[in-house]
């Protein structure tokens, strides 16, 4: 093993710099579609069956539909602000932060900031319960199918699977930035087709029985009209598999459609089941690292700001295991094996963080996704107060914001309900 330490980038080939003086960036339309597709496509596509059968066919294929546009519009909207003023020429804006703060000014970033961060968080959280519900499964399967179905002796903790993915992510933590993470969002998102494919031939089989990213990448071409690219293919792909996944579920199982097609237990396709769980571990695992990616930095950048002299925030370590290099920074490694801890700990404490996740997502949707894209645009575009096209936008996002509002009652009660029925470090599921 081969150790050298170094303070900042010593590296001055120009080969190895972009054009702002930061390291050079490699994403493509491809690794930023699988960013988008591991964000987006995530274990609660397979409760979409549920919400389809609660919305009815009509309702719920045009709500996907709907939102599905919207985020797209949104979304393009959001990558003409990437750069500014000129959205090709322009300095780049390395967060969401800076893009709201350079086009909306004053303290809008700040609130840009605290409701992205907070989601992050709550999001890494909500991924922790998720995953060890998916290895529960597995467990409890195995269990049923050695006590002929029996469910009663059955009942196993999320503790220790928790634990499990403490670990893991741990480990994964330490890629030092979001450039370094292509391999995980393939892998990721692979894992992605995998259970909503197979959760989907899960209802089929009733059925025939029955009857952000955009930092990553390249100056050239315009990473504007490269993110729209990947946001075209992205939702496009989200848009299919949401519908497949919902449709089939539904109609496999109408009215007693269940709240996850994988989380269920006595299944007689059990091996289905079981791969199905399995990539869902895989995929979260790596969705956790490309959601958290922009939480990590903001807090590094913030901190090397305020301590810049210091060695122990600042300085990499470069090892060599054979042909295999990295390097070790030693804030990096203590802070986030702490947020990764803190997060297991609450999964642990709060199993019903899936709802207060519920309510982060529906207070941050209309602000993050539609208000402060729309009104970058409306600043970088100079579009008149008063004239159609600003009539047309501020009604959209009018339009979602009384989504979000009736989105965050619904969640505020199932919170309340939650609440009286678990005991913390004491769920079994």
Request: with cysteine; net charge positive; aromatic share 10%.
């Amino acid at each position: 093993m081969e150790v050298e330490s170094v303070v900042g980038a010593n590296s001055n080939s120009n080969a190895l710099l972009d054009d702002d003086g930061k390291a050079r960036r490699t994403g493509t339309v491809w690794s930023a579609s699988a960013h988008i597709i591991t964000a987006v496509i995530g274990a609660g596509v397979l409760s979409l069956a549920w919400a389809m059968a609660q919305l009815g066919w009509i309702l719920g294929t045009a709500s996907i539909l709907i939102f599905a546009g919207v985020t797209l519009f949104t979304s393009n909207l959001l990558a003409d602000c990437y750069r500014s003023p000129h959205p090709v020429t322009g300095k780049r804006n390395h967060t969401y932060m800076e893009a709201v703060k350079a086009h909306l000014g004053g303290r809008m970033h700040m609130i840009c900031g605290l409701i992205q961060y907070s989601n992050l968080v709550g999001i890494a959280i909500g991924y922790t319960i998720t995953t060890s519900i998916s290895v529960v499964t597995i467990v409890k399967n195995n269990c049923m199918k050695k006590h002929n179905g029996s469910e009663a002796d059955c009942h196993f903790s999320n503790n220790p699977s928790i634990i499990g993915i403490a670990i893991a992510e741990i480990f994964l933590s330490q890629i030092p930035n979001f450039h370094k993470l292509s391999w995980i969002s393939f892998l990721a998102a692979i894992m992605s087709f995998g259970y909503a494919f197979i959760g989907i031939g899960l209802s089929l089989t009733v059925i025939i029985q029955a009857f952000l990213i955009l930092d990553s990448l390249k100056s050239t071409p315009a990473e504007n009209k490269v993110m729209k690219m990947a946001n075209s293919i992205g939702i496009i792909t989200m848009s299919i598999i949401f519908l497949l996944s919902g449709g089939a579920g539904y109609a496999a199982f109408g009215a007693d459609t269940p709240g996850s097609i994988l989380n269920t237990t006595g299944n007689e396709h059990v091996w289905l089941v079981y791969m199905g769980n399995v990539f869902i571990i895989v995929h979260i695992l790596g969705a956790y690292q490309v959601l958290i990616q922009p939480f990590y930095h903001i807090v590094e950048l913030l901190v090397s700001q305020r301590w810049a002299s210091s060695n122990f925030i600042n300085k990499e370590y470069f090892v060599g295991i054979g042909k295999i290099q990295f390097s070790i920074n030693l804030f990096r490694l203590i802070w986030r094996t702490i947020f990764v801890v803190v997060a297991s700990v609450l999964a642990m404490a709060m199993p019903f963080f899936n709802d207060m996740l519920a309510l982060l997502g529906a207070i941050g949707f209309w602000p993050l996704a539609v208000y402060f894209p729309i009104q970058m645009i409306i600043v970088k575009r100079n579009i008149r107060k008063g004239t159609m096209p600003w009539i047309g936008l501020q009604s959209l996002s009018l339009v979602c914001m009384i989504v979000s509002i009736a989105a965050a009652c619904a969640a505020i009660h199932g919170l309340g309900q939650a609440l009286g029925k678990y005991k913390p470090f004491m769920y079994k599921a």
